[in-house]
């Protein structure tokens, strides 16, 4: 016996598939709009305890918003102040005195015997005789740039009025979307996004202590190398640690460089052994470990989850990657509480024997 689909079922079905495919097109039509609302969100959500810590000193909210982000553009600012200078002047002194660099460099036995095989300072010299003319192409270059410039200064000011009115007048949006529901389901959401929000500034916050410990790490080695521009050297340093697993790796490389001028290879060969130790500590020890504590996660659900995210979608799957398990998390323990499973559980434990009378 055939069963006989009607053609109000497939009418519906054919629909439905068309709904779905037109909605998927226009989320993807629109995906750079989206992704900048969820890095205003994030970018809110992060800043979002520093500006209530100033609502409640009696500053007005408004207020309080504009003096975080003059905060971190202060910040920005001088970073800029303590790394440009040093870097011109470097990338001026190094095109002058890269020839003797190079002959320095042959007074090394080590490198001497490389170079016989290889020709090694005849390649460099090469380079260096083109470097200001490299150096005078690439600041034409910078000229080329100018729209992708203001392009992206042009979405960085969109993120920031966005987070603004979401700082402004979210709590009262989230006010009303969750009186849509019903009491119970009004509170589960309700600690569900407070768990995410918490998730998401705690991940921030032990980023960037994550980063400060990088940049004291790589500063003290640097000094006690005797490496010039110490400082800018271990700021770049620590902002690349901001990327997880790799950014460490990055960040080396680049200093690695500097020190590979200043003392090569007794210098370079340290550097490569404190970072080489320094990455496996950060990686298991101390990501887990501040995470942990102010993700709220587990330490091995941290590492699985920034490889994940980092074999999904790269760098921003890395950095990403711990704010999405801990929402995932909250999702994930809610349903578990409320769909009867922990309540079965915590029943399946044998209550504690009462005392004895006496």
């Known amino acids: 016996m055939q069963a006989h689909v009607s053609s109000a079922v497939v009418a519906k079905i054919v629909l439905v598939v068309a709904a779905v495919a037109a909605g998927l097109y226009v989320v993807y039509s629109i995906r750079e709009v989206i992704g900048l609302l969820l890095i205003a969100v994030v970018f809110a959500l992060a800043i979002a305890p520093v500006v209530d810590w100033l609502h409640r000193l009696a500053v007005p909210r408004g207020l309080a918003i504009l003096l975080v982000y003059l905060g971190i553009g202060g910040a920005i600012f001088g970073i800029g102040l303590l790394l440009v200078p040093p870097l011109v002047e470097g990338v001026e002194d190094l095109s002058n005195d890269l020839p003797g660099y190079i002959d320095d460099l042959r007074e090394n036995e080590t490198f001497r015997d490389y170079d016989d095989q290889y020709n090694i300072t005849e390649s460099l010299q090469d380079q260096a005789d083109e470097l200001p003319s490299r150096l005078g192409d690439a600041a034409g270059a910078l000229g080329d740039v100018t729209v992708g410039v203001f392009s992206s200064f042009v979405q960085l000011f969109s993120i920031l009025v966005i987070s603004f009115f979401l700082l402004i007048e979210g709590r009262r949006l989230l006010d009303f979307a969750y009186s849509q529901f019903d009491a119970a389901r009004e509170a589960r959401i309700r600690t569900v996004a407070h768990e995410v929000s918490d998730a998401i500034s705690g991940y921030v916050f032990g980023n960037f202590v994550i980063s400060v410990i990088a940049g004291v790490v790589t500063y003290v080695t640097l000094t006690l190398l005797d490496v010039p521009f110490a400082m800018p050297l271990a700021i770049t340093f620590a902002f690349f640690d901001l990327i997880p697993l ?11 460089i500097v ?9 370079l060969i340290i550097w490569i052994v404190i970072l080489f130790v320094y990455q496996q500590i950060e990686n298991n020890f101390i990501q887990p470990y501040i995470y942990g504590r102010t993700v709220q996660i587990h330490p091995l659900a941290v590492i699985v989850a920034i490889l994940v995210g980092a074999s999904l979608l790269g760098i921003l799957g890395a950095l990403i990657a711990i704010p999405a398990a801990a929402a995932a998390q909250s999702v994930v323990r809610d349903w578990w509480e409320f769909s009867g499973r922990g309540k079965s559980a915590r029943a399946a434990v044998p209550a504690p024997a009462e005392p004895a009378p006496g």
Do not use: E
Request: glycine share 20%; charged share 5%.
């Open 259 to 267: 020190v590979a001028f200043t003392d090569f290879p007794v210098a």
């Open 246 to 256: 790799v950014g460490a790796t990055i960040g080396g490389i680049l200093v690695g």
